[in-house]
């Protein structure tokens, strides 16, 4: 049995449908999980990584677990403690979605230190691990899917600055294979997409998708920081606007190890667009 925790994010819900489709016994998790948002035939229970304790009785009997590291919350778990209760229910294989901040911002305190903590306790853990680190994602812009809706605009910073964002099916896809096959244990997956894209370029590929031109508005970096600042905490702020605005080498390198694990390109962002249009309608 494979246990998906973060089961209702943008990549573990697609892990447990491409796990259920390859005929895995899967079971789901997250706080506030219910029945409709796993396929049928899959199992699901509510459990908080912050409470280690609450994921006993799903992982017992488990052999591979895959660990979302927290979000938000990252610095709230004990990884060492949910890594034992792990062991303890039988699980050999563990599958980390981590973060490319590890190895780009390893000082920042949101994106470097915390996490790199986390993978820390999963190369010790004594099990087969697989670290996957990606780095922006294709759906971080739902966060403008209401500006669309209603305005068809968008408005973001940095609007000719490219990144390779990442589409979460793929990391979906990527993660299931580190489940299920031999050959991953000891690696560390740097996940992007197949092309730089810049915030303009993202707006035209969702104005493309649902038929209609999309207005873009470049927003100076602090209109940027006052607009985050609402759902974000400073320092996470701080680092998210560096990142876009100013990102480093290794923030805009293409890497190949999708196609590597997975035998095809990244999907670029367009099809991303395409496939969720919906949201922006």
Do not use: C
Not at 67 to 91: E, F, R, T
Not at 153 to 180: N, W, Y
């Amino acid at each position: 049995m494979i246990v998906v925790t973060g089961a209702t994010g943008n990549v573990g819900r697609s892990l447990v449908r491409v796990l259920a489709a390859a005929g895995e016994r899967v079971t789901a998790t997250s706080r506030a999980i219910a029945g409709a948002d796993v396929p049928e035939g899959v199992g699901q229970r509510q459990a908080d990584l912050t409470a280690p304790e609450s994921l006993r009785p799903l992982l017992d009997g488990a052999d591979a677990l895959f660990l979302q590291n927290g979000g938000a919350s990252a610095h709230l778990l004990s990884p060492q403690d949910i890594l034992d209760v792990a062991k303890a229910g039988g699980v050999r294989r563990v599958v980390l979605l981590s973060s490319q901040g590890v190895a780009t911002r390893p000082d920042s305190a949101s994106h470097g230190v915390v996490a790199r903590s986390i993978e820390d306790a999963v190369r010790q853990s004594g099990m087969h691990w697989t670290i996957l680190r990606p780095g922006g994602f294709d759906s971080n812009t739902y966060a403008w899917a209401e500006s669309v809706r209603t305005a068809r605009t968008v408005a973001a910073p940095f609007g000719d600055v490219g990144l390779p964002t990442i589409d979460p099916d793929d990391i979906a896809e990527v993660a299931a294979a580190a489940l299920r096959e031999d050959g991953h244990a000891g690696q560390v997956y740097e996940l992007t997409g197949p092309a730089l894209i810049t915030p303009r370029q993202q707006a035209e590929a969702i104005g493309d998708a649902i038929g209609e031109p999309i207005r873009f508005v470049e927003q100076t970096r602090d209109e940027a920081r006052a607009q985050m600042s609402r759902f974000m905490p400073g320092p996470v702020v701080e680092t998210t606007l560096s990142i876009l605005g100013e990102p480093t080498p290794a923030e805009r390198r293409l890497s190949p190890d999708v196609e590597r694990v997975l035998g095809r390109e990244p999907r670029p962002f367009a099809a991303w667009a395409r496939r969720n249009a919906a949201a922006f309608r």
